[in-house]
């Protein structure tokens, strides 16, 4: 059993940055592959990025969102620059039991474990 804890959601202009972390339970966390999905007000959720034995992102956040894991502290950031009215949405941490890459890692049935999400307001 893996319990996961979003923090750093808020609210913020466009343009600026945001660093989402997500603490994790339990002692196996280094077996787990980490991802960050969202989801906007109506709409479902989405991939964003994961960190397993490679890093993936959405189109819409490579080169602006950056995904890390700290496996001492059992953490996964995602760093967040350049933040659009576009990316406003509930930010959730997921974690999947197999790090392998494979084309089913863009969706929400893939992953194990889920935190409760944190907020992430972008104002224009």
């Known amino acids: 059993q893996v319990q996961l804890v979003e923090s750093g959601g808020g609210l913020v202009q466009a343009g600026g940055s945001l660093r989402l972390s997500c603490a994790a339970s339990?002692?196996?966390?280094?077996?787990?592959?980490m991802a960050w999905f969202r989801q906007a007000p109506g709409k479902e959720r989405e991939f964003v990025a994961r960190?397993?034995?490679?890093?993936d992102y959405a189109d819409s956040v490579k080169g602006r969102f950056t995904i890390s894991r700290d496996n001492g502290q059992n953490t996964v950031h995602l760093q967040m620059n350049s933040l659009k009215p576009e990316d406003t949405a509930v930010y959730y941490c997921?974690?999947?039991?197999?790090?392998?890459?494979?084309?089913?890692?863009?969706?929400?049935?893939?992953?194990?474990?889920w935190g409760q999400g944190t907020q992430v307001t972008v104002s224009s």
């Open positions: 997921a974690a999947d039991r197999n790090k392998v890459y494979r084309s089913s890692i863009y969706y929400t049935t893939e992953y194990d474990y």
């Open positions: 339990g002692r196996t966390f280094t077996n787990y592959a």
């Open positions: 960190i397993g034995w490679t890093t």
